[in-house]
Each structure stands twice: as C-alpha cells, then as structure tokens.
C-alpha cells in the first residue's frame, strides 16, 4: 500500500493547506490518506471521521488494534444496514457528492481488491418506480454502468426475496426488476460480510456491463387488483480494458533525438502540426528547445545509484526552464499593482502588452526563478474548469467536482459555485499555497521513496511513479514548466529501474483514474521503445 499525504505527517489533526472551513479540516485526515489506496494506519482516521456516527466505537476497537484487516473491516461495514443505507445515500443522490463519501468509495474498490473474483452467474432484484424505469431505458447491445456498487447473489433465492419483500413496502407504481448477470470480477465477500447467508457478490463502483436481453413475464394478481410483471434483464460484465502487449525492458535508455518531442504535450503537438508542421518541435521557441534537450542530456547521464531527491527536481527545472519567461509571474504583479492602485487602467494594459512581447514587468531575473518553487501570496493559483461555454467562461461539471474533491492537494471555494444550467458549475479549486508547497513536496518524498525503493515488480514500480506524478502536478510547485520538469523526473526514476520513457506527454487531465495513467503510460512507453528501434 502506498500513501502520499497533503495533511503534516507529525500532526495529522492539522491541514497545511490553512483550508477555512471546518468540515474540510475534519475531514482531511482521512481524505488525504485514503486517494491513492493508502496505508492501513491512516485510513482509521478515514474511517473514525465517516463512521464514528453510524457505528458504536467499540465496534472500531478490533480495527484500530488490528490494522491488517482493514479491507475486511471495509467491507463489513458497508454489509451492514448503517453501512450500506449512508453509502448508498451519499453516493446516488444527484449533484456533488459529500466529500467523505468519494473517499469511501475508493477505499472500498481498492478493499475490494483482496477478495476472491466470482466467474458466474449471479442475481440482483430490486423494486422501481416509473420514474426509474425511465431513466434506465435499457436497450439490447448497449454498454452501461452504475456508478453504484452493485450487491448480487449467486443464489437466485436471495434475489427474489429481495424485491418480493420491498415490494410489499412500497406504495403505488412500482415494477419487480431482476439482473441476471455473468460475472467477471464481481469479488466474493460472503465470508466477512455481516449476512454471509446472502452470498453476494459485489461488484466495485462504475463497473460495466453489456445488455443482452431484456424481457418481461406477467406475474398475475399478487397484491390488490393490479396485474403485476418482472422485468429480467440479463447483463454481460464487459473486460476491463487490456494494456497493449508487453512492455520490454531493451533499448530503454533516454534518447535525445526523441526526447525533442516529448517537450510538447500532447494537444500542443496537434496544434503544432497545423500551425508549423515542419517544425513542430520548435512550437515553444527554439530556446525552450534547446533548454530540454539540456535537460534531457543532464537526465540522461545520471548514475542509477543518484539519490531520488527534491533538490534534483529542482535542478531539473532549473535547466529545462533556463530561458524561460515566466508571462504568468509578470501579468499577477501588474494585476496586483492595479488593484492596489500603484498604476493606472491605461498603464496596465500597457504593461501587459509588454509583457505578451516579452518584456517583463517587474525587476525580477527570471534565471531567479528557474528550480525554485513558489513561495509569494501573490503565485496562487486556482482552476475554474476543465470546460468552456461558447462565450468562453469556463465551468465543471458535477463529475468534474466529485473527481477534483477526492484530490486531497485542491481545495475548492464552496462559496463560490454558481450552477450556471444543468451539469454546468462555476466554482474556483485552489491548488497547494505557495506557503505550503515546500512542505507538501517534503511530506510527499518522505513517503514516496521508501516505497519506489522497494517496489517488487515493474508494474508496481509505475504505478508508484504515476502517483507521484499526479501529487506533484496537483501540488503545481513551480511557477510555470512543471510539466516538462516533473515528466524528466519521471523519466529518471524508470531510467533507475531500466525503464523506458514515456512518448507523449499529457497535460494531467486529473480527472483521470490512477488505471487509466498507467494504461497511457504503458501504451506511450511501448510506443517509445518502436520509436527508439527505427
């Protein structure tokens, strides 16, 4: 297991992030812990935060004392009435999801991930309204997925007591639906579940599912006059999604000669396949260029025996970034200066015009703020979305919200959304304070390093670098560059382990899952080595 924490390691009561409300700072010691399927002696905070309400403390005792089993504590709890009516709550209801729920929710999948797979046939019955039905509107050949986790049981019995007993509890419409589904990794909990007699099979949440049939068969008259019906609707667990080949380890060594691409991201480069497609890999100037390839040689010729250090990301900044014109660093001390009224509307519009051309603002040597992260008030950032409206305003979706709050590194001004229509928010997501980033990069390191220097497998060892990828572009601790910085750091941890680099660079989409960086990045890495062997 592998923790990365936003929340001081000393004290874990108190957040770095000084976030201001007080459900946040109650909440961080859990949510911190539990984003990136963390260790077992933080997640009791996780679970003493979320649970504490619902459950007896003395029913925590047995977890706190015997953290090896945490996953089956997971699942026991969800099993039970408490458990699985908060959860189901919590995590169905429309719009933002509650904060401590989404991190539930990811424990559980990951506690998910040490019990047995059941390959079968498995049930589920549930009782609808009209509403519902609709909103489903099943058809044959269709994928879908329920964002929910998804309780069967391989016995049929149990399913069909299931919506026999609630439909004797509902009033009005109501429609008997049964799932028939062939499970693929649907995991077997029946052994710690709280009702084992019930023999389910859960499925984690967003699992998929293929259509096969639906049809429905007339029950008669069973309760009043109204004719009633069940609806059987069979399923097919679709495969999760499979990595391209395997990756091989020969002709793995850092390449100049390509590195040059890997200086754009990857939607830069398809703008700069139109715009100059000759020479796309000058697409941020030629002195960029050549200030990467300076970095990519300095990488390249490391020992594998150098230490894995904060002090080496910044000297990698420093020389990808030594000609660099920090435009953002300029435009905030001008707005800053117009805001305080040193200067005129007219003069800052001046300046900023200057500033497009290159010519800096303040009195700054940028070369001063090449490897060195962000410490002044004024270089905090915030996001407004990942989405544009025609007019060009920005916004998030509730998707959008959910993802960027289980990211313990951003922090979200609740004051400030605005629901602009439907699925469209206008909200602000601060990341890191510049006061706190050196100590968030310190907290990360601590714990990182001791378990990239002890990942047993490839497979571990990436899946340990895409995390820590993630929490430093979460973190945002440089000015501007972090991009190019953080990814030749990368490629100098799996240069360590004999590993290739990764071809094209992404700009971080963060709400992308853990499983779908490590899917790119095995992709991108298989790429790299055809790439290297032409």
């Known amino acids: 297991m592998f923790l990365f924490i936003s929340c001081s390691s000393h004290d874990l009561r108190t957040s770095s992030r000084k976030i201001a409300s007080e459900e946040s700072k109650r909440g961080c010691v859990g949510l911190v812990d539990d984003l990136f399927n963390l260790q077992h002696t933080k997640q009791l905070d996780l679970s003493f935060h979320y649970l504490k309400h619902h459950e007896r403390k003395n029913d925590l005792a047995n977890y706190f004392f015997h953290p090896e089993k945490e996953d089956h504590f997971m699942v026991h709890y969800y099993t039970g009435q408490t458990g699985y009516k ?87 419409e109501k429609t008997r639906v049964l799932f028939e589904i062939e499970s693929l990794f649907g995991r077997d909990i029946s052994s710690k579940s709280k009702y084992a007699y019930e023999k389910e099979i859960l499925f984690k949440s967003s699992s998929r599912f293929k259509v096969e049939s639906i049809s429905e068969k007339s029950l ?41 691409r890997r200086l754009i991201n990857e939607e830069d480069w398809a703008k700069a396949q139109i715009t100059m497609p000759d020479t796309p890999e000058l697409y941020y100037g030629e002195d960029s260029a050549e200030d990467f390839l300076n970095a990519v040689k300095y990488v390249k010729d490391l020992p594998h025996s150098t230490n894995i250090s904060i002090d080496l990301l910044k000297n990698i900044h420093a020389i990808a970034t030594k000609s660099h014109f920090f435009r953002g660093y300029e435009q905030r001390r001008i707005k800053l200066a117009y805001t305080k009224g040193d200067i005129s509307f007219q003069e800052a519009s001046a300046y900023l015009e200057g500033v497009d051309q290159g010519r800096p603002y303040s009195r700054m040597s940028h070369e001063k703020l090449s490897g060195k992260f962000r410490t002044d008030k004024e270089d905090d950032f915030f996001h407004t979305g990942d989405h544009f409206l025609p ?51 310190q907290n990360l390191f601590e714990q990182a390093i001791p378990f990239l220097d002890s990942a047993a497998s490839d497979e571990e060892y990436i899946r340990l670098v895409n995390k820590l990828e993630l929490s430093l572009m979460s973190i945002h601790p440089f000015l501007d560059g972090n991009g190019r910085a953080i990814r030749l750091f990368a490629d100098f941890l799996y240069q360590k382990r004999d590993l290739p680099p990764v071809l094209r660079p992404k700009e971080y989409d963060f709400t992308m899952s853990l499983e779908e960086i490590y899917e790119y990045t095995i992709k991108n890495m298989n ?3 055809e790439l290297y062997s032409k």
């Open 527 to 529: 790429d790299y080595l």
């Open 391 to 441: 007019e060009g305003e920005r916004y998030f979706t509730v998707d959008d919200m959910d993802k960027y709050n289980t990211n313990p590194y951003f922090y979200e001004e609740i004051e400030s959304r605005v629901e602009l229509s439907k699925n469209q928010f206008k909200t602000e997501f601060h990341y890191v304070y510049s006061s706190d980033v050196e100590n968030e990069v």
């Open 220 to 260: 008669g008259t069973i309760f009043g006059d109204r004719p009633e019906s069940l609806i059987v609707v069979k399923l097919k667990e679709v495969p999760h999604t499979k990595l391209k080949g395997k990756l091989t380890r020969k002709n793995a060594e850092i390449d100049p000669k390509i590195e040059i």
């Open 86 to 172: 908060k959860m189901y709550e919590d995590l169905n209801r429309e719009g933002p999801k509650d904060k401590r729920a989404l991190v539930y929710r990811y424990s559980l999948n990951n506690a998910l991930n040490s019990f047995p797979k059941f390959e079968g046939t498995v049930y589920s019955g549930a009782v609808v309204d009209e509403k519902t039905l609709k909103k489903w509107n099943f058809k044959v050949g269709e994928d879908l997925r329920f964002d929910y986790f998804l309780s069967t049981s391989s016995d049929l019995k149990i399913a069909k007591g299931f919506y026999s007993r609630q439909i004797r509890a509902w009033e009005g």
